[in-house]
C-alpha cells in the first residue's frame, strides 16, 4: 500500500540516489514530496518546507533508534541522542565552536598557516589531487588541533577518519560494517586515553577533550571526539572540493573572487546549497503522524534530503544553477536544522573560505584537469572522489 501511493519512490535505484540524485528528487518534490523508497527502507523528504519541519520536531522525528547507522559504528554520542540526553553530550563542547571563541583560540591563523605550507609544497609541481593533497590533510590537522589528541598524526587521524566513514556507509547502504571502522575506532578510544592521562600540557586550554573530560566519562569522550572527527574532516573536506569543483567549473569565476572578497562567502554558500557535503540526514518517527501528504508510521525511517531541499524550485530561482551572486544561498540546509544544527558550521565555513582564498592567490591559472574529469558522488556523503587540477607552476 505504500509503495503504491510512492510511484516514482518504487522505482528509484540505490544508484540514482548515489551517482546523480538531482533530477530523481525534483521528480519526487514535485509529486511525492514525501516519497516512499523501498530501497532506503523508508520515506525521502525533498521539499524545504518538510524537511525543516522534521528536523524541528526532535519529539515526533527522533536520531535515537538503534538502526542509526553511526551509533552502530562508534556508540551513543550528541549526533544520535535527542532530548536531555543529547544537551549532555553536545554542551561540553558547544562553546569553543563559537565564531568569537575560534577567532580569539587563534584558529583562523592556525588554518592560514597550515593551508599556506600545504600549497607551498604543491606550487612548483603545477598539478595535484587536490582532495587528498590539500582539502583532507587540512581538515584532518584542524580537527586534530582543536580535539587536541596527544600525539596523533595527521595520516593517523585520516586513517581512523576513513575507517569510520567506510563502517557507516557500509550500514547504510545494507552491508555489513566489516572491522575496518571498529579497529579505528579502538585507536581512537586509546589515543582520548592518553590524551586525558597526559593532562595539564601546554596548550591544554586548546583542547576540546581535556576542557570536556571533567563532564563526560572515556566512552562519551571518544564516541563525541568519533562524530567531531567524522563530521568535521568530512564535511569540511567536502566543503572545499565541492566549492573548488563549482568555482573552477566557470573559467570566469575566479578571476571574479580574487578581485572580490566579498563574493568568497557567497561562493561558499552557493556550493553548499547546490552540493551539501552530507545529502541527507535520518529520523524516525516517535508517533503516527502525517507529514505533508504521507501518512507516517511509528518507527518508520524517514530521511531527509538535504540535497533535495536545497534545490526547491519554490525557495531558489533557476536551483539547479551555481550563481554567486544568489541574494538568499544562506536558506541552505546544508548544516541541517532544529536541535542537531551542525555544531563545527562557524569552524567549517572559516576552513573554507582560507582554503579557496590560498588556493586562488597562490596558484596562478587555477583550474581543473579537463583530462581527469570528476564529480560529486555517494549516498550520504557527496563529493568527487578525486579533484584533479593544473596551474602554472611556480
Request: one cysteine or more; glycine letters at 8%.
Amino acid at each position: 500500500m505504500i509503495t503504491g501511493s510512492s510511484p516514482l519512490g518504487a522505482a528509484a535505484t540505490l544508484a540514482e540516489l548515489t551517482e546523480d540524485p538531482h533530477p530523481l528528487l525534483a521528480r519526487l518534490r514535485a509529486a511525492e514530496p514525501v516519497s516512499w523508497l523501498p530501497t532506503l527502507g523508508g520515506w525521502l523528504v525533498t521539499r524545504r518546507d518538510l524537511a525543516v519541519a522534521v528536523m524541528r520536531d526532535a519529539q515526533t522525528y527522533t536520531v535515537d533508534d538503534p538502526r542509526f547507522s553511526t551509533a552502530q559504528v562508534v556508540g551513543p554520542s550528541m549526533l544520535s541522542l535527542d532530548g536531555p540526553e543529547h544537551a549532555v553530550h553536545r554542551d561540553p563542547f558547544t562553546a569553543p565552536f563559537r565564531l568569537r571563541e575560534l577567532h580569539g583560540a587563534g584558529f583562523a591563523e592556525r588554518i592560514q598557516q597550515e593551508a599556506t605550507r600545504l600549497v607551498d609544497g604543491l606550487g612548483p609541481h603545477g598539478t595535484a589531487e587536490l582532495r587528498r593533497a590539500f582539502a583532507g590533510p587540512l581538515a584532518a590537522v584542524v580537527m586534530t588541533d582543536i580535539l587536541g589528541l596527544a600525539g596523533a598524526d595527521t595520516a593517523t587521524v585520516l586513517a581512523w577518519y576513513d575507517g569510520i566513514v567506510h563502517a557507516v556507509n557500509e550500514i547504510t547502504e545494507g552491508r555489513p560494517a566489516g572491522t575496518e571502522g571498529a579497529a579505528a575506532y579502538t585507536e581512537l578510544r586509546q589515543a582520548v586515553a592518553d590524551t586525558v592521562q597526559a593532562g595539564a600540557r601546554a596548550d591544554s586550554g586548546r583542547s576540546l577533550l581535556l576542557s570536556a573530560a571533567g563532564r563526560l566519562g572515556l566512552p562519551e569522550l571518544t564516541s563525541n571526539a568519533a562524530v567531531l572527527l567524522f563530521g568535521g574532516i568530512e564535511t569540511t573536506e567536502a566543503m572545499i572540493a565541492n566549492a573548488l569543483l563549482h568555482l573552477l567549473a566557470d573559467p570566469d569565476l575566479p578571476a571574479r573572487v580574487r578581485a572580490d572578497d566579498s563574493l568568497l562567502d557567497n561562493a561558499v554558500e552557493e556550493s553548499l546549497r547546490l552540493e551539501p557535503g552530507a545529502a541527507v540526514v535520518d529520523r524516525y518517527a516517535t508517533r503516527d503522524t502525517r507529514l505533508g501528504p504521507a501518512e507516517i508510521r511509528r518507527g518508520d525511517l524517514v530521511t531527509v534530503s538535504l540535497a533535495g531541499a536545497n534545490r526547491d524550485p519554490a525557495v531558489f530561482e533557476d536551483p539547479d544553477t551555481f550563481d554567486i551572486d544568489r541574494a538568499n544561498s544562506r536558506l541552505q540546509l546544508a548544516f541541517a536544522h532544529g536541535p542537531h544544527y551542525c555544531l563545527g558550521a562557524h569552524l567549517a565555513r572559516l576552513e573554507t573560505r582560507i582554503a579557496l582564498r590560498t588556493l586562488l592567490d597562490a596558484l596562478p591559472g587555477l583550474r581543473l584537469d579537463p583530462e581527469r574529469p570528476s564529480a560529486p558522488r555517494g549516498l550520504v556523503f557527496r563529493k568527487p572522489p578525486t579533484l584533479h587540477a593544473l596551474w602554472t607552476a611556480t
